[in-house]
């Protein structure tokens, strides 16, 4: 019966230092070597301060950015999560009709149609982009809010478009937070 409980804490006390211990100190030193941004968060900084992720979205409300998608989450990472409201939700109605009319009250004048994902959430509530569509919707308004002409936010957001993941895989999107900073960084 001793030999059984030495040999069972033995096993404990090794399989707690491989897994808890050497594992994890394997993996992160993998990480930090072949890809260092990404295992640090994928920080953006400005100026030497970090200012957020490329990962992670931010809330933008000021006419003079583009707006991302709408978080359930608040953009808390701590408590990443959809809103679950399914397609005949009246709640999400409320919600997609809430954000239209703040979209349509910050730019009056635009008359195309509003792309869906300005208007609903991501499934974690941190999305942090947007389409190109959702982009392109924005470019009037931001640029009248900057005081800059369309042509040159066009070509600009085109700039910050990513295009489909290998070449085939996703939509091309935009990455709001490093667009924003982007026209920041134009003064």
């Not at 957020?52 to 991302?68: E, R």
């Not at 869906?116 to 009248?144: H, M």
């Amino acid at each position: 019966m001793l030999a059984q409980l030495r040999a069972a804490i033995v096993s404990l006390l090794a399989l707690t230092l491989m897994t808890g211990v050497v594992y994890p100190l394997l993996i992160t030193g993998i990480a930090q070597a072949a890809m260092h941004d990404k295992a640090n968060g994928s920080m953006i900084e400005k100026d030497g301060k970090v200012v957020g992720s490329k990962l992670i979205g931010q809330s933008f409300d000021d006419p003079k950015y583009f707006w991302g998608r709408i978080s359930a989450a608040s953009y808390n990472a701590a408590s990443s999560t959809g809103s679950n409201f399914g397609p005949t939700s009246s709640a999400l109605a409320l919600e997609v009709k809430g954000r239209a009319d703040a979209l349509r009250a910050a730019d009056p004048d635009n008359a195309a149609p509003i792309p869906i994902d300005l208007v609903t959430s991501s499934a974690s509530g941190l999305d942090p982009d947007i389409s190109a569509a959702a982009a392109e919707y924005q470019v009037r308004r931001v640029a009248r809010a900057r005081g800059i002409e369309e042509a040159p936010m066009r070509t600009i957001v085109a700039e910050y478009t990513q295009g489909r993941d290998l070449g085939f895989l996703g939509e091309p999107r935009v990455n709001v937070l490093s667009l924003n900073l982007a026209l920041d960084a134009l003064r």
